[in-house]
């Protein structure tokens, strides 16, 4: 070539740097150009790239540039390609200029630099940072249809928004590091509200740390997030899935703090939800996540505002957690698991959560708060499960369902409740085949509440208390079970204290401010069995016959040795055991001495 020498080659740099698209710095073109040249001339071949032809190139370059050159062998040339390939997709760093409005992001007076560069490239940092105000629009548009990222920071006090333009995508790619989106914290008057309204794709995992909050990713009705990575919400700011397309991401959804909004069911991608702080928001309607759930720390499951949360994946428990539902509703459908031996949940919140998978947990059940609804034989793991608390909490247990679990009742809130729907006389218990017991700190022993049999359907509700107002009340021997049944049945109910006794005791009820006999206020006609039988309900049965609603209404015994009674009654009140006065007493044992009377003369 006239005027170079043989074995070299000449890049003109000038020409090269004013290359639609080129990257702004030189470094890396000039080390392109050398590693071309020196193996050039390893081939003993010259290279020429004309700068009068180069300076007018337009995209792409490579194939302009295979007409620039003089004499270049295929190795060369291919290398050649490769290295400028490389060179196009350096990393290149920029800050929206200071001041400047919405704008596109190919435009290389919006960002700054020297000369201005167009950021992007897998390991790039881009700051959208300098706003003073407003909204600014930055949108994806041009030859280049999809920008990559490896770092975005949100700040400023404008509200910033990445657009798709003409279907533009945003890759998070960080060079096999976590890609990262950070979020300024602004004045508390400023409501950043992010939004990357534009298609993501994860290359990288990506971590946001939310200072304020972002109301959108991957949102409007294309903004797919997809890919490989994951996402880890970091942070006290809120994070938005807003009217987002089914997500597909695969590599997961975690969350250490804030909040996160869903209205799409795919909103967490395919791949597992780790919930380790903050809150899942329900932005209204049902909401059902398939996800494999991770429990690993105390989560808000749904805030107030309505609608529902509903996890259907299967569950595990990393350690006993706490679990908040706000005014609304959730549930954990999906079978609940533990990484080990011993972890519980707690349910706090005014809201209610439904367990209605086939549990094995093995830690407490507690509810302190609101309701939980038991949908399943073995919802409630195989621990106890405790009501406890000063708010208001009721434990549901639908209708079929009966637990095996030990309840225990301690709450100190008069609207506290065990609540069980009856489908059946074969399931006319206080749901479970454990005990259901009281537990309050001094004053009587804990009392054992038991539902020995029953006639037809109806929904029971449940309590018990420590104290009584009843002028007699210094005869009462047990805690206070309140019964009350939403359909007058007939039915037999137990309470014990499980403490060795001698005295004569009876089932009472309040009836006028006094602890009476329980049958007394039976409303049906008493049976032909009706009347005190000293003995357990179990003897009676062996004497008399399977449960009667008709011949053994007002019946009932007692177990001294146990301190155990039990009354047949059809009407709603608060029970105790009650040790009979002294005039009561031998009105008791007149009727069991007649009672033993009249049974020898019908035997006679």
Not at 486 to 497: A, F, G, K
Not at 542 to 569: P, Q
Request: proline share 3%; net charge neutral.
């Amino acid at each position: 070539m006239r005027g170079q020498a043989p074995g070299t080659a000449c890049f003109q740099r000038a020409a090269l740097g004013i290359l639609p698209d080129a990257p702004s710095s030189h470094s890396v073109l000039t080390v392109t150009c050398n590693l071309i040249c020196n193996f050039a001339r390893t081939r003993g071949s010259s290279v020429c790239f004309n700068n009068s032809v180069m300076k007018n190139l337009p995209s792409p370059h490579a194939s302009q540039l295979a007409h620039s050159v003089t004499k270049i062998p295929a190795p060369v040339f291919l290398a050649a390609l490769v290295l400028l390939s490389l060179s196009s997709a350096h990393a290149v760093d920029g800050t929206w200029k200071a001041g400047t409005g919405s704008g596109v992001w190919s435009a290389t007076t919006n960002w700054t630099g020297n000369p201005n560069p167009v950021p992007g490239g897998a390991g790039s940092k881009v700051g959208l940072n300098t706003g003073t105000g407003g909204s600014v629009f930055v949108t994806i548009d041009g030859a280049v249809a999809s920008r990559t990222v490896g770092t975005l920071d949100f700040g400023g006090s404008s509200i910033w928004t990445v657009a798709s333009g003409s279907g533009g995508t945003l890759t998070f790619d960080n060079s096999g590091s976590n890609a990262v989106i950070n979020i300024e914290d602004v004045a508390a008057a400023t409501l950043s509200n992010h939004v990357i309204n534009a298609p993501v794709i994860l290359n990288s995992s990506l971590i946001i740390n939310a200072n304020d909050p972002m109301r959108g990713l991957g949102t409007g009705a294309a903004g797919v997030i997809s890919g490989a990575g994951s996402i880890t919400k970091n942070g006290p700011g809120g994070l938005g899935f807003y009217f987002s397309a089914v997500n597909t991401f695969a590599g997961g959804f975690t969350l250490n703090g804030g909040s996160v909004s869903a209205s799409n069911n795919s909103s967490f991608g395919s791949g597992t939800l780790t919930l380790n702080s903050g809150s899942i928001v329900n932005t209204g309607g049902y909401r059902g996540y398939a996800n494999t759930l991770v429990l690993g720390g105390d989560v808000t499951l749904n805030t107030a505002g309505g609608g529902s949360n509903n996890f259907s994946g299967t569950t595990t428990l990393t350690g006993s957690r706490i679990l908040t539902v706000e005014s609304a509703v959730a549930s954990l459908i999906g079978n609940i698991g533990e990484s080990s031996a011993g972890y519980g949940i707690t349910k706090t919140g005014t809201g209610s959560l439904t367990l209605s998978g086939s549990n094995t947990y093995s830690g407490t059940t507690t509810l302190t708060a609101g309701t939980m609804i038991v949908g399943n034989n073995s919802a409630l793991g195989t621990g106890k499960t405790v009501v406890s608390g000063a708010s208001a909490a009721t434990l549901k247990i639908n209708s079929g369902i009966t637990v095996g679990n030990n309840i225990v009742y301690s709450s100190s809130n008069a609207s506290s409740a065990i609540e069980r729907v009856v489908a059946n006389s074969a399931s006319f218990n206080v749901g479970t085949t454990g005990t259901l017991t009281s537990d309050f700190a001094g004053g009587t022993d804990n009392t054992t509440a038991s539902l020995l049999a029953g006639s037809g359907a109806t929904t029971l509700t449940m309590s018990f208390a420590p104290t009584a107002t009843a002028s007699n009340d210094g005869s009462r021997i047990s805690d206070v079970f309140d019964l009350s049944l939403s359909t007058s049945r007939t039915y037999v109910l137990q309470l014990t204290t499980g403490v060795v006794g001698s005295d004569p005791l009876y089932l009472g009820w309040l009836d006028g401010g006094a602890w009476v006999e329980a049958t007394t206020g039976n409303t049906g006609t008493p049976g032909s069995l009706a009347g005190p039988h000293a003995m357990t309900w179990d003897a009676f049965v062996s004497a008399n016959g399977a449960f009667n609603a008709t011949t053994m209404l007002g019946a009932y015994g007692y177990d001294e040795t146990t301190t155990t009674a039990w009354a047949v009654l059809d009407h709603n009140s608060e029970f105790a055991l009650v040790v009979p006065e002294p005039t009561t007493l031998g009105l008791l044992g007149l009727s069991l001495t007649v009672l033993v009377a009249l049974r020898r003369r019908r035997t006679a």
